[in-house]
């Protein structure tokens, strides 16, 4: 039965090194969760980082991350690949994190968007690699939250529409037209920069 | 299909090999169709050169062992809380025997048996021991304790005509005689040698 699930899940494109990680760290080697975390933790704050522009919450939404993988790999079922997995967990904490902030917000009646405190001076080293972060996360926090999401996962995450409509549950059409619409507004938004 | 829906389409790779094939012919003729994809294929090289880019290593080789610091604390903390709630359980559940057996086991045997102690006194033995208990101050509620002084004497119920003969006081006596009667009495007792 083993051997069937790991032959079809080999044939399935199914990435070995994280079959082998997953199934070793299930088996008591804690060296294997550290080589998946390792893989993945620069994608997970990435990702956490362009939805919510803030390096203390993406900080957090790692290691809520992480946090999972390490409880919940085991129910992980292969109906997906690892990636779209925990890129399913990131995008869901990432969401959660920023309707904390919110909440945050409104109990401290601050309602101005802007990321006080966006932490860039250690995290990039280079000065012109942080201007054109800064500038391009200023754009991306300014379109709506859906077009957002499809943008990143598209443009930065590298998923196919199949993949970010499994982690956001929306359809293909409607994630298409967000994306056409979130491109069209970064656009008018660099020139208007630009100007 | 608009303009700027093709340019992003192609751009994004969506476009059928033929829409592709007339996009690009239209590219190379239309000035026009040049400027505007130029400014979205700006945007698009700007992402592709930004997207890859590397964390401080030090902030990189920071994020497990804080991680690994959580879980660990997080293992202290649950197993501590469950300590604490076995020892809240532990502590509920001798609180609840001591409870039901003051309660309702020797409780309950207690006073059965007080009842039927009191049950078994006839009307005089009854009445001597509410003088004792009445009588003799904390002596009883030492031995026995308050509570079952208190029971005792709710249940030691006397016939109300025996407890109005105990209560006859001196007064109630003479209160009725004439001097005769009382002379009658009182040469009696002398002629008994009393």
Same mark, same amino acid.
């Given at each position: ?15 070995? @090194? /994280? ?12 060296? $294997?969760?550290?080589?998946? $975390? ?17 390096? /203390?919450? $993406? ?53 101005? @968007? @802007? ?41 930065? /995450?590298?998923?196919?529409? @199949? ?29 208007? /920069?630009?100007? | 299909? =608009? ?71 997080? =293992? ?33 045997? #207690? ?41 005792? #004497? ?41």
């Amino acid at each position: 039965m083993f051997k069937s699930l790991e032959i079809l899940l080999r044939g399935m494109n199914f990435k070995n @090194d /994280d079959y082998e990680l997953v199934q070793d760290f299930l088996s008591g080697d804690q060296q $294997a969760f550290n080589n998946l $975390a390792r893989k993945y933790q620069e994608k997970i704050y990435w990702h956490a980082r362009r939805i919510l522009g803030d390096h /203390d919450d $993406a900080h957090d939404v790692v290691q809520q991350v992480l946090l999972v993988m390490y409880n919940k790999l085991n129910t992980f079922n292969y109906s997906s690949s690892l990636y779209t997995w925990i890129f399913k967990i990131t995008y869901t904490r990432s969401l959660n994190q920023l309707k904390k902030r919110k909440l945050k917000r409104i109990i401290t009646l601050n309602f101005s @968007d @802007d990321i006080e405190n966006p932490g860039y001076e250690n995290i990039v080293d280079n000065l012109e690699n942080k201007e054109e972060l800064i500038r391009m996360q200023k754009m991306l926090n300014k379109l709506p939250l859906k077009q957002r999401e499809v943008f990143i996962l598209r443009n930065y /995450d590298e998923l196919s529409y @199949d993949e970010i409509s499994s982690i956001t549950g929306k359809s293909v059409g409607a994630l298409k037209a967000n994306y056409f619409h979130a491109f069209k507004k970064i656009k008018e938004l660099m020139g208007k /920069d630009e100007n | 299909m =608009k303009t700027e829906e093709r340019i992003i389409k192609y751009l994004d790779n969506d476009l059928t090999s033929e829409e592709k094939t007339a996009f690009e012919r239209e590219l190379k003729s239309s000035e026009e169709l040049k400027r505007e994809f130029e400014k979205y294929s700006i945007i698009k090289e700007k992402i592709k050169n930004k997207k890859n880019l590397k964390l401080n290593p030090d902030y990189l080789n920071s994020i497990l062992p804080e991680f690994h610091n959580k879980v660990h604390s997080g =293992k202290k903390e649950t197993l501590r809380r469950g300590l604490s709630y076995a020892f809240d359980l532990i502590l509920i559940f001798l609180i609840g025997i001591t409870v039901q057996k003051i309660l309702f086991n020797n409780s309950d045997k #207690e006073r059965n048996d007080l009842e039927k102690f009191t049950q078994s006194l006839n009307d005089n033995q009854k009445l001597d021991l509410l003088e004792s208990l009445n009588g003799s101050d904390d002596l009883y509620n030492i031995i026995l304790g308050k509570e079952y002084v208190d029971l005792l #004497e709710n249940d030691l119920v006397v016939n109300e005509d025996v407890l109005k003969t105990y209560d006859i006081g001196y007064k109630d006596l003479i209160g009725n005689l004439s001097d005769n009667d009382v002379e009658k009495i009182y040469n009696e007792l002398l002629n008994r040698n009393i």
